[in-house]
Structure formats: structure tokens, C-alpha cells
């Protein structure tokens, strides 16, 4: 059962989600979406915006963000980006490129935030998901590494018990940490 802290912590997550993606997809349309060219090349060319400038940007905010609500600090935030940036952002650019596209392509404007928003709750499902397990296994992995080596046959244990618990395979099959959802 989560926590009110737990809960508050990912209201504010979701309410920084919401204002920058109310915030990109406005700066979008202005800048490119008023550019003289066709739906395919707007709807590509905000595509791959998204992807190169907005998605590292986005997962930048929510591991360093996330870290600071969890109370661990500019050293916490910057473990956390070092150990899960590069695995996020990819899952991320894979998995909304392909909803962007029909986010893009066939939603209007005064209507993307509303739809992309109900995505993002989703995705920030799953994203509350992986962290929550993750955090739990970074912290049996630390009490592991901690033991006394009187210990050895318990230290073995502990380990292939924290192996099984934090480093599953991921749903797709690849050698990402995160899941793609």
C-alpha cells in the first residue's frame, strides 16, 4: 500500500509531465506546425523534434526530479542518471515515437495535451512501476554488498535471492533495464 508520500511524490511527477507536454506540443505547432509544409513532413519533422530535444530533456526532469522528491539529494540524482539515463531514454524515444506519430498526425492541438496526457498516466503507471522495484533491489543489492564475510554461504544466498528479485529480463527480451510499455 503506497504512501502519502509516495502519492504526493508522483502527483507532483505527474503535474510537471503535464505542464511540459502542454508547454512542447504549443512550442511545436508554433514552430513547425505553422511552417509551410505538408502533414507527413510536420508530423515527422515534430516527431523527431520530440525525440532529439524533448525525450532526453523529459527523462533528465523525471530521474533527477524523482530523485530529489525521494529525498537523495544532487548525489542521488546524479547516481540515478548515470545508472538509468541511457536505458530510459531509449525506451522512451522507442516507445512514444510511435504514439507521437498519432499524436501528431491525427489529434488536434487544443485536444494533443487531453490525449497525450492519458498516455502519459500509463506510461508513468509503468515508469512508478519499474522505479519502485528498482529503488527496493538497488537497496537489497547495497545490504548485500554490505554483509561481513563470516557470512559466505548466507552472502551467496542473499545475492542469488537479490539476483532474482532486481535483474529479471525485460518483457521484450533485450538487455534494457527499463521496460518498454
Request: contains cysteine; hydrophobic residues 50%; aromatic residues 10%.
Amino acid at each position: 500500500q503506497p504512501s502519502w508520500e509516495v502519492l504526493m511524490r508522483w502527483m507532483i511527477i505527474g503535474a510537471a509531465d503535464g505542464f511540459s507536454s502542454h508547454q512542447w506540443y504549443a512550442f511545436l505547432e508554433k514552430n513547425i506546425g505553422s511552417v509551410h509544409m505538408d502533414h507527413m513532413s510536420a508530423v515527422a519533422a515534430m516527431t523527431v523534434a520530440t525525440a532529439v530535444l524533448f525525450t532526453p530533456l523529459y527523462c533528465a526532469g523525471f530521474l533527477g526530479g524523482l530523485s530529489l522528491l525521494e529525498g537523495k539529494g544532487l548525489r542521488g540524482a546524479g547516481e540515478r542518471m548515470q545508472r538509468d539515463f541511457a536505458g530510459l531514454c531509449k525506451a522512451t524515444v522507442s516507445t512514444w515515437s510511435i504514439f507521437n506519430m498519432g499524436l501528431f498526425g491525427c489529434v488536434e492541438l487544443d485536444q494533443r495535451v487531453t490525449v497525450a496526457m492519458s498516455m502519459h498516466f500509463l506510461y508513468l503507471i509503468a515508469l512508478a512501476l519499474w522505479t519502485e522495484s528498482t529503488s527496493s533491489g538497488a537497496v537489497q543489492s547495497a545490504s548485500v554488498a554490505n554483509m561481513q564475510q563470516e557470512d559466505f554461504d548466507d552472502r551467496n544466498l542473499a545475492m542469488a535471492m537479490a539476483y532474482h528479485a532486481n535483474d529479471m529480463p525485460p518483457l521484450d527480451g533485450t538487455s534494457s533495464e527499463v521496460p518498454i510499455v
